[in-house]
């Protein structure tokens, strides 16, 4: 395992499979951990909405077309659906005049 003792010495990261891949052979050093402090609750970024599955039933052919455009767009095809929705939903509320 590769230690951290700078954070001068973490890159930059595309993304956050990037960054995970990065942590899974780093780790902070001694000094690092120490200097941490705790987040006060007010800096903290607001929680994410819950979520609660919804089963939805596709055609194989369906899912794979799915699939295979989330993975071009390096995105979870569950996300890239769930986007597609709220698109549409938006769209649909404009068209009938419930949101501007």
């Known amino acids: 395992m590769n230690v951290v003792h700078s954070w001068d010495e973490v890159p930059e990261f595309a993304s956050e499979a990037e960054e995970a891949d990065y942590w899974s052979t780093h780790e902070l050093g001694d000094r690092l951990l120490t200097e941490m402090r705790p987040v006060p609750d007010g800096d903290l ?32 095809y569950q996300t890239l659906l ?16 419930i949101v501007g």
């Open 45 to 76: 970024p607001p929680a994410r909405p819950r979520t609660r599955p919804v089963a939805i039933r596709f055609d194989g052919a369906t899912l794979e077309r799915l699939k295979v455009l989330a993975a071009r767009r390096h995105k979870g």
């Open 82 to 97: 769930k986007e597609f929705v709220m698109e549409r939903l938006y769209e649909e509320e404009k068209r009938e005049g």
